[in-house]
Nanobody, 123 residues
């Protein structure tokens, strides 16, 4: 059974930082592209970043480029997202997925993510 468990969210002031983790099991982590997506309160889903399984560097949404960094530890089957220079508009539930969710209709994303971790950016 595939398991994706996000953690590391919390309340942070604008300009602050957080590190999200996604621990996984039930599939060969190193073979999969891994994504982060988010959903802000009352807003639609937004793709954030992807870490490719093989060749090719990470990709980021324009809204987070230069502030967020995705990384992975294949030995630990864990995906990370470093969030820096946080803004109130980054407030959202963050989900990790074992798919490059850009390739899927948004209404199918829920099939491929964990329970999420809440990030709240507020003064």
């Amino acid at each position: 059974e595939v398991q994706l468990v996000e953690s590391g969210g919390g309340l942070v002031h604008p300009g602050g930082s957080l590190r999200l983790s996604c621990t996984t099991s039930g599939f060969t982590f190193s073979h999969y592209a891994m994504s982060w997506v988010r959903q802000a309160p009352g807003k639609g889903l937004e793709w954030v970043s992807v870490s490719n399984a093989g060749a090719g560097g990470p990709s980021y949404a324009d809204s987070v480029k230069g502030r967020f960094t995705i990384s992975r530890d294949n030995a630990k089957n864990t995906l990370y997202l470093e969030l820096n220079s946080l803004k109130p508009e980054d407030t959202a539930m963050y989900y990790c997925s074992n798919r490059d969710l850009r390739m899927f209709p948004v209404d199918e994303w829920h099939k491929y993510w964990g329970r999420g971790t809440q990030v709240t950016v507020s003064s």
